[in-house]
């Protein structure tokens, strides 16, 4: 059996850094995350949803490519958000809801307040 510890940190933000994750948008953004990693079998340590950033860190099996995971949180809240918040679309430029760039780091077994400082 094998034995892992995969914890990676993501963070990504709105395009041209808007603030537009405020309630009620912020958390039914971090629902709809947790909803993803569950159907995608990972487990979710801690979400944050600032006005702009996210800031999501996952337990995830070595078989999980983070990019792919990325991908795949990053496509679907788009696509749920603004078919469910079509005056979002309005604020955005381009009509894209994150910034193309984002980081993941790997987290190891260090605390969410380290991670936050």
């Known amino acids: 059996m094998p034995v892992y510890l995969l914890n990676y940190h993501f963070v990504w933000s709105t395009k041209n850094r808007r603030r537009i994750l405020v309630p009620p948008i912020d958390t039914r953004l971090s629902n709809m995350i947790s909803s993803l990693c569950a159907d995608n079998q990972l487990e979710v340590i801690r979400i944050e949803v600032m006005p702009d950033p996210v800031h999501l860190i996952i337990f995830s099996k070595p ?31 381009g009509g894209h809801l994150w910034n193309p760039s984002d980081y993941v780091g790997t987290a190891g077994e260090v605390s ?6």
Request: aromatic content about 8%; proline content about 5%; overall charge positive.
């Open 112 to 117: 969410a307040e380290t991670i936050k400082r």
């Open 63 to 93: 078989t999980d490519s983070p990019s792919n995971n990325m991908r795949i949180i990053r496509g679907a809240t788009a696509y749920r958000l603004f078919r469910e918040n079509p005056s979002i679309k309005k604020k955005l430029w």
